[in-house]
Nanobody, 122 residues
Framework: QVQLVESGGGLVQPGGSLRLSCVAS????????MGWYRQAPGQERELVAF???????NYADSAKGRFTISRDNAKNTVFLQMNSLKPEDTAAYYC????????????????WGQGTQVTVSS
């Protein structure tokens, strides 16, 4: 009932930048938190950053000072601006959105995107 479409991944040289986007669509009444996670081969999925509806953000230590998460509530979209990228940032990046569905009852959702690959290499 909720679809997430991510874009913006790709190959970039160390020190470069990328901007990821994730658009949520479907029977959405409201969105609470929006976040980005990443998973490198052979490793567990880890939180990169999340942002609340009110705009409060939180970052993993590895992302602080280099990444910026933002959201456009009117467009149900979350962004991740990644600067000063390092080879260790190479991973599949997943969008995660939590919110409430349009329903006669209180129904919440917790949806994941399909992932977008970020590769940092010279």
């Amino acid at each position: 009932q909720v679809q997430l479409v991510e874009s913006g991944g790709g190959l970039v040289q160390p020190g470069g930048s990328l901007r990821l986007s994730c658009v949520a669509s479907g029977s959405i009444l409201s969105i609470y938190d929006m976040g980005w996670y990443r998973q490198a081969p052979g490793q567990e999925r880890e939180l990169v950053a999340f942002i609340t509806r009110g705009g409060t953000s939180n970052y993993a230590d590895s992302a602080k000072g280099r990444f910026t998460i933002s959201r456009d509530n009117a467009k149900n979209t979350v962004f991740l601006q990644m600067n000063s990228l390092k080879p260790e940032d190479t991973a599949a990046y997943y969008c995660n959105v939590r919110g409430e569905l349009i329903s006669t009852h209180h129904v919440t959702f917790n949806s994941w995107g399909q992932g977008t690959q970020v590769t940092v290499s010279s």
